[in-house]
């Protein structure tokens, strides 16, 4: 896959988080600006957003967010209204999320620390929510918090982030944010605002306009700018988030390779950060001198188990990775009648994931939707990259009772050996953990994939390789290929 599919989810977040950054130290006007996105490592433009901000009469403040985001060959359209009190807590807000794949509608209120949240999709499903809101703020009012806190210098605050309900719909996350404030002059404040993931540094005019917002991993910024160069924006159509090596593999799939040693670097991230071992790969050398981090990592052919393993799975050790979660739906029943209809009476976990595989790889169509879906949607879709497709392998998978896992890390690329591009698949217990690629419709067995991260859910799998845009060098040290056996006749 291109690189920026990985990076969908960060990009409706950068537009989320910088929705966040509407500020004015007095409210006795009206405030109305545009941002504009920018990648400085292509210097594309890829979004704006429009913020206008009202003082209602009745002691309440409401934000008005406008976004047009252009993700791949795809428009996403993203309007928000927000209101809070003369304190900037929270009162109620609404989301209107477009895409050519999914329209999905936010309402919540806010009283007694508790937000009332539905979420209505483009069949009219309504879901409603209940989630705990004690001492915590609409993403919108963060920067007026920090001009209105600014002497603390340093500050929590809890953070409500609808990105997920932008992009996912599933309802948005408390963050808990720390705040340093590192410059308070006559005409504007710095401040430096991480989650613990990403870190963003903020200038903000005393006025309440955004001059700039860095996100510092993602090597990305957004500027103040008006509606003409805002409205100006193209698709992103690459990223740094894509490597080359000098030496390549016979062929990108990675197949004949007996043994092989990759070598990574970069900077910054403690190996604590990632999971580089599976079946085929383990670590055989690392080496961290201060910031600096190096990891060589050995890969060898994996086959089928010896032993068969039938399904359901009913391991305890295992049972996080059967549950359902905000896209891995195994129990809706659009999956299970499809896995119905994929496995048949077929018990053996091995042959089953293998079906399950080849099925996924050839009906769903490849195509680069925004917006992420969940295994029902991808079904009935029947289109969608490495995400949707890793997504809907694992609701089919473990409604058959097959742990699996998500997994992101590099794959090296069918059209060039030498590019290796962010991807997504997935770990299906079958006996032993095994790597499977539901996009490329194949049990991975040599060094084609190099693994960085797992987790149970699409949602803790976010931004886990996305710092080292720009801060990764990969190089294949050496590999040896297998012996064909020689004729005696």
């Not at 009469?57 to 359209?77: F, G, L, P, S, T």
């Not at 988030?241 to 030496?247: A, H």
Request: proline share 4%; aromatic share 8%.
């Amino acid at each position: 896959m291109k690189t920026v599919r990985i990076r969908r989810y960060m990009f409706s977040s950068m537009f989320l988080m910088v929705s966040s950054c509407l500020a004015h130290s007095c409210f006795a006007q009206t405030r109305n600006f545009w941002l504009k996105g920018i990648r400085e490592s292509t210097g594309q433009g890829y979004g704006n957003i429009h913020f206008i901000v009202i003082d209602a009469q009745d002691d309440r403040i409401e934000y008005r967010v406008d976004a047009h985001v252009k993700i791949y060959n795809e428009n996403v359209i993203q309007n928000g209204t927000y209101l809070v009190d003369s304190n900037l807590s929270p009162v109620s807000f609404e989301l209107h999320l477009r895409s050519s794949t999914k329209n999905l509608d936010f309402n919540g209120e806010c009283s007694n620390d508790l937000m009332h949240l539905s979420i209505t999709d483009d069949g009219g499903k309504v879901q409603n929510k209940l989630i705990p809101f004690q001492d915590t703020y609409f993403d919108v009012t963060l920067t007026d918090l920090i001009l209105r806190r600014a002497k603390e210098k340093h500050f929590i605050a809890n953070i409500f982030d609808p990105t997920g309900l932008m992009t996912q719909g599933a309802p948005g996350k408390i963050q808990n944010v720390q705040v340093d404030v590192t410059k308070v002059g006559k005409d504007e404040v710095a401040a430096t605002v991480t989650d613990g993931i990403t870190t963003k540094r903020y200038h903000v005019s005393q006025q309440g306009r955004i001059e700039q917002i860095e996100f510092v991993e993602q090597n990305v910024r957004a500027y103040a700018t008006n509606a003409n160069d805002a409205k100006d924006i193209s698709y992103l159509k690459g990223s740094s988030l894509e490597y080359k090596t000098q030496r390549v593999f016979p062929n990108a799939r990675g197949y004949g390779i007996a043994k092989a040693h990759i070598r990574l670097t970069w900077k910054d991230l403690p190996f604590e950060r990632f999971c580089f071992r599976d079946s085929r790969q383990k670590p055989t050398k690392q080496i961290s001198d201060n910031n600096d981090y190096e990891i060589v990592l050995e890969f060898t052919p994996t086959n089928a188990p010896s032993t068969i393993a039938k399904v359901p799975i009913n391991n305890k050790e295992y049972e996080i990775f059967l549950e359902d979660s905000a896209y891995i739906k195994p129990n809706a029943p659009e999956i299970r009648q499809q896995l119905a209809d994929i496995r048949g009476d077929e018990e053996d976990a091995h042959v089953i994931a293998g079906g399950i595989i080849k099925w996924t790889s050839k009906n769903i169509r490849f195509a680069v939707n925004a917006p992420i879906l969940t295994g029902p949607e991808v079904l009935e879709k029947r289109a969608g990259h490495c995400m949707h497709h890793a997504i809907l392998f694992a609701s089919l998978a473990r409604g058959a009772g097959i742990p699996t896992k998500m997994i992101t890390g590099l794959v090296n690329l069918k059209a060039d050996p030498h590019r290796w591009s962010a991807h997504l698949w997935n770990e299906a217990w079958v006996g032993e953990w095994i790597a499977v690629d539901p996009t490329r419709g194949e049990f991975v067995t040599g060094p084609s994939h190099i693994k960085f991260a797992e987790a149970p859910t699409m949602i803790e799998l976010q931004g886990a390789i996305s710092r080292l845009e720009n801060n990764l060098s990969l190089e294949i040290l050496d590999f040896t290929q297998e012996q064909i056996p020689t004729s005696t006749e």
